[in-house]
């Protein structure tokens, strides 16, 4: 279950989206994430599963791959669907003991889990096809206005990469713990829930012990090759909009444009 998480990870490649601008990609992930708040019928949905899968194939990443993503998030995804159902008030169709199914239960639970399918699906799509050396510099690019207040830009994007670079550096970090207990005798399958997650508990202290660790070494690393942030840095590859990222801009505005616009026609 660990390996299926795809968040943070990079799959490299010399495709369109791979050559792509990372400023372009993360405009075009936020103009995504936001159109799929503004959706409010079933058909602009097609219209995004049609975008996703034209990604998918223009950036040559296997479609297992990218599903494979959905596999730890199952769990949630059914709760949230199974919560809306039974709390959303309207017309009962029908009733499970206490509780009363509704016509708007079935359709915002509908609706919820095509939104977080599609939240996890584009937004591993971002990482996936993009190095997080560009999309550090892609970041710290986007948000070099602030540094008119004085907020730390570079050491922000910093963050904020590592942080998404670490996600399946600390699950395989995790699952060589397990699987080292579990050679030890220790049991994560049998119980139900609850049982199965104290069983997890003992494995948080080495977990956190791996994690302060490499992040020492990962500071003095740094140290070590003179690293003093974003002041005077200078970079291998300078970032620069090419005609094809001003086109593919143009062309996602309108797109996501007209998915925004639905809500309102």
């Known amino acids: 279950m660990l390996r299926d998480i795809t968040i943070g990870q990079y799959f490299p490649g010399d495709t369109i989206v791979h050559r792509l601008d990372p400023r372009t990609k993360i405009l075009i992930a936020i103009m995504f994430i936001v159109s799929l708040f503004f959706i ?3 058909y602009p949905y097609l219209f995004i599963l049609a975008f996703v899968v034209l990604t998918v194939r223009l950036s040559k990443v296997p479609f297992r791959y990218v599903l494979k993503g959905l596999k730890p998030l199952i769990l949630i995804i059914l709760i949230t669907f199974t919560i809306n159902i039974f709390m959303t008030k309207g017309e009962v ?10 016509k708007e239960g079935i359709r915002q639970a509908v609706f919820m889990a095509l939104r977080l399918i599609f939240l996890i699906t584009g937004t591993s799509l971002l990482t996936l096809t993009t190095s997080p050396i560009s999309l550090t510099d ?8 602030l540094r008119r207040f004085n907020v730390p830009v570079h050491e922000l994007a910093m963050m ?19 699987k080292a207990q579990t050679a030890r005798g220790a049991d994560f399958e049998s119980g139900n829930i609850v049982k199965r997650a104290k069983n997890l508990v003992p494995l948080l202290v080495p977990l956190f012990i791996n994690a302060f660790r490499r992040a020492d070494e990962l500071a003095i690393a740094m140290e070590a090759r ?11 590859n300078e970032l620069k909009f090419t005609r094809n990222d001003v086109l593919v801009l143009i062309i996602t505005t309108v797109f996501f444009g007209v998915i925004v616009s639905t809500r309102y026609i």
């Open 40 to 42: 409010k019928s079933f």
């Open 93 to 102: 169709l029908f009733s499970i003991g206490p509780l009363d199914v509704t």
């Open 138 to 145: 892609g970041i710290e690019k986007l948000m070099s206005p």
């Open 160 to 178: 904020m990469t590592i942080a998404l670079r670490f996600i399946p550096t600390l699950l395989e970090e995790t699952d060589k713990i397990m």
């Open 226 to 236: 003179c690293y003093r942030g974003g002041h005077n840095r200078t970079r291998l």
